[in-house]
């Protein structure tokens, strides 16, 4: 099974910054994207951010301008810088990874980090 490990979450005051990082396991395998998403209490689970194994990036409008997202692709990590941070950036951050198996695209999730922000 391929397993997403995440780290990084915690407690900032508000536009401090904080790093999340993805490790997936099984590197075997080819990952077409690593993604970060969002789910405060009550929420829907949102996008937050997008890499691809060619390095090209996607941002959700809100964070765009102070979240990066980065990645090594030789340890199939992901990374997501998050400056400026805002107490409605609170949420339990989650990473996704899509992975290429043959023809056939899979979905895998982390258990989700908790990054609270402060006023």
């Known amino acids: 099974q391929v397993e997403l490990v995440e780290s990084g979450g915690g407690l900032v005051q508000a536009g401090g910054s904080l790093r999340l990082s993805c490790v997936a396991s099984?590197?075997?395998?080819?990952?077409?994207?690593m993604n970060w998403y969002r789910q405060a209490p009550g929420e829907q689970r949102d996008f937050v951010a997008r890499i691809t194994s060619g390095g090209s990036t996607v941002y959700t409008d809100s964070v765009r301008g102070r979240f990066t997202i980065s990645g090594d692709t030789a340890n199939n990590t992901a990374y997501l810088q998050m400056n400026n941070l805002k107490p409605e950036d609170t949420a339990v951050y989650y990473c996704?990874?899509?992975?290429?198996?043959?023809?056939?695209?899979?979905?895998?999730w982390g258990q989700g980090t908790q990054v609270t922000v402060s006023s």
């Open positions: 996704n990874a899509k992975i290429l198996v043959g023809q056939i695209m899979y979905d895998y």
């Open positions: 099984y590197s075997r395998f080819n990952i077409n994207a």
